[in-house]
């Protein structure tokens, strides 16, 4: 149980267009997801907290425009990063909180690698 | 976000030796700490959380938490090659805070 899947897992895309991202619980419902970006040798950086039904929290430094975060169900949270640049390409993870379940446990997805030429 | 430090290593160790990572934090008031393993390019896995001060185990993986002194380490005992990876140390209070992970490989 407690499986998180990320949709795509690889995404290349040329400079300025927009990319989504699916985060979905499979078998559990998650009133919060996490976003989170890698870049390579670094650790996970937690960009955004999205809560169902409700606005997104950003980090400090990460600009809400850009990066559109909607949790429209108990299973699916989306990422889309708009207008993407090469600066964008990063390794970005989801992570979910069953409903009802401790704030302790995170479940991951498996992330998406965005390249942006 | 919360500090969290990590040296990022890499740390060898020979198969069958005892791997140790270490952790320090920065909030005082944080409760609740993590040890996840990332293999390059996948996500990362739980491999235990401990709350309290003192030793936890879990099989081959030893977690130990000091809270005055801020620190959580981790040992691996009996290190098997499948054991290399990079190492995060998160510290959650609702939201995860990652250090940067150690690195560890175990030579065959």
């Known amino acids: 149980g407690a499986v998180v899947s990320q949709h795509p897992s690889r995404v290349i895309c040329k400079s300025g267009t927009s990319v989504k991202i699916e985060c979905r619980s499979l078998d559990f419902q998650a009133t919060t997801m996490f976003w989170y970006r890698q870049f390579p040798k670094q650790s996970l950086m937690l960009m955004a907290t999205s809560n169902e039904g409700s606005k997104a929290t950003y980090e400090q430094g990460v600009e809400k425009d850009k990066f559109l975060i909607n949790h429209a169900s108990l299973t699916l949270s989306t990422l889309t990063v708009t207008s993407a640049h090469p600066e964008d390409s990063s390794f970005y993870i989801c992570?979910?909180?069953?409903?009802?379940?401790?704030?302790?446990?995170?479940?991951f997805g498996p992330g998406t690698r965005l390249t942006v030429l | 976000q919360k500090e969290v430090e990590q040296n990022s290593g890499p740390l060898s160790v020979p198969e069958g030796a005892i791997a140790s990572l270490n952790c320090t934090y920065s909030?005082?008031?944080?409760?609740?700490f993590f040890w996840y393993r990332q293999y390059s390019g996948k996500s990362p896995e739980l491999i235990m959380f401990i709350y309290s001060n003192g030793d936890k185990e879990d099989g081959r993986f030893t977690a130990q938490l000091n809270k005055a002194s801020q620190y959580v380490s981790l040992l691996i005992r009996d290190s098997q090659p499948s054991d290399s990876a990079t190492y995060l140390c998160?510290?959650?209070?609702?939201?995860?805070?990652f250090g940067a992970g150690t690195t560890v490989t175990v030579r065959a």
């Open positions: 992570s979910a909180i069953p409903a009802g379940g401790q704030r302790t446990e995170q479940f």
């Open positions: 998160a510290v959650n209070d609702y939201k995860l805070s």
């Open positions: 909030d005082r008031g944080s409760q609740s």
